[in-house]
């Protein structure tokens, strides 16, 4: 099928891409482990190892192999997570895993806490060689053949000799796991979206589901950009689907704090796409209507809140959608660690207005969780 074709050229034709060298620094985990509820132990553990490695974010790194090891996953398999990722990351990543899995290693051995080896990963030994384990495989787990050989007869040989023929066809991991720890990779790096985009397709062909693909993608953008609070302007453009805009100052005086603003559609349907910078939100506000009218509000990007007068406030992440009647007093924006993105849609009414009140007070705002 063209389509899936199309998806693994994307996908495959940056693998062996240049690599960044090792920073030992980078943000704290910002994702609790009692937010991911559509991950298994085992799932996670690849998601985290993939996004640390490939954000050369050591550190965490660390972390995460040893709650890896801590948690029932075995050496082998942590190598074997490793040596794939060699070929989305590059060895200088691989290597530098590598070595903080070493010095973790020792460090257990001395406070003799508990390891398990496993079985590490040995070529396939079948009556095939690896070209034609690898290209079984490859048309296997994307759903048709695949030739780059117009592209690059080498590259199209070491991809299915060597990470088809050797690595994927390995039976320490499934599949569906092998496109886990691919798209974690990818999805933590920047200069890759198009091979993530590709590979979140493959990987929903192999039994990955959206919500854990959100889950896999919100760990990763962490492991990228660290502190959600702390990122610039560009860094949020990169994760928001419709970008940010420009500055909201047509109506800076309902926000407190920044907002930009980037129209989506100004026929038929009226959509804006609104970024709030952490802390950031609009005053109290109402939307007045003879008939009809009213606003929904799609959370695309970060992390916010929407509240009605004289109720609790309410969450809102991406695929969040809320809809405001005519009439009802509220507000939205940002969290105080996070920025924030939303497209507002506008509900068609007759003799439609917006009515702009008093702003949210710190006290009022500082309640939030």
């Not at 079985?119 to 495989?137: A, D, P, Q, R």
Request: charged share 20%.
């Amino acid at each position: 099928m063209f389509f899936k074709k199309s998806i693994l050229t994307l996908a495959l034709t940056s693998l062996f891409c240049g690599v960044c060298m090792a920073n030992e620094t980078g943000g704290n985990m910002q994702i609790s482990q009692n937010e991911i509820k559509n991950l298994n132990q085992k799932e996670l553990n690849l998601t985290k190892i993939s996004a640390f490695l490939a954000s050369s974010n050591l550190t965490e790194l660390k972390n995460a192999v040893n709650f890896a090891l801590d948690n029932g996953m075995s050496v082998a398999e942590i190598k074997d997570t490793m040596a794939q990722l060699y070929a989305y990351c590059g060895f200088p990543k691989a290597l530098n895993g590598l070595g903080v899995l070493s010095v973790s290693l020792k460090e257990r051995e001395k406070s003799g806490a508990k390891t398990t080896q496993g079985t590490e990963n040995k070529i396939i030994e079948k009556n095939l060689n690896s070209l034609e384990i690898g290209s079984k495989t490859q048309t296997d787990l994307v759903g048709s053949k695949v030739d780059l050989s117009a592209l690059s007869a080498d590259v199209d040989y070491y991809l299915k000799a060597h990470l088809f023929g050797d690595i994927f066809a390995s039976e320490i991991f499934s599949w569906k796991e092998r496109e886990i720890i691919t798209v974690a990779a990818l999805a933590a790096m920047s200069g890759t979206e198009p091979q993530r985009d590709a590979h979140i397709k493959i990987a929903k062909l192999n039994g990955v589901s959206d919500a854990q693909i959100n889950e896999i993608l919100k760990i990763s953008n962490s492991a990228k950009f660290g502190d959600p609070s702390a990122m610039s302007k560009d860094e949020f453009a990169k994760i928001s689907p419709f970008g940010v805009g420009e500055l909201n100052s047509a109506y800076a005086k309902y926000f407190s704090g920044n907002s930009y603003l980037n129209a989506v559609s100004t026929e038929q349907v009226k959509m804006y796409n609104v970024v709030f910078e952490p802390s950031c939100r609009n005053n109290w506000h109402i939307h007045h209507a003879k008939s009809g009218g009213g606003q929904i509000l799609i959370a695309t990007a970060g992390r916010g809140y929407y509240q009605e007068w004289g109720k609790e406030a309410i969450e809102m992440k991406p695929g969040d959608v809320i809809n405001i009647p005519a009439g009802v007093k509220h507000w939205h924006g940002a969290a105080k660690d996070s920025w924030f993105a939303h497209i507002a849609v506008e509900v068609e009414g007759v003799e439609t207005s917006n009515e702009w009140l008093e702003p949210v007070s710190d006290e009022q705002y500082g309640k939030l969780r």
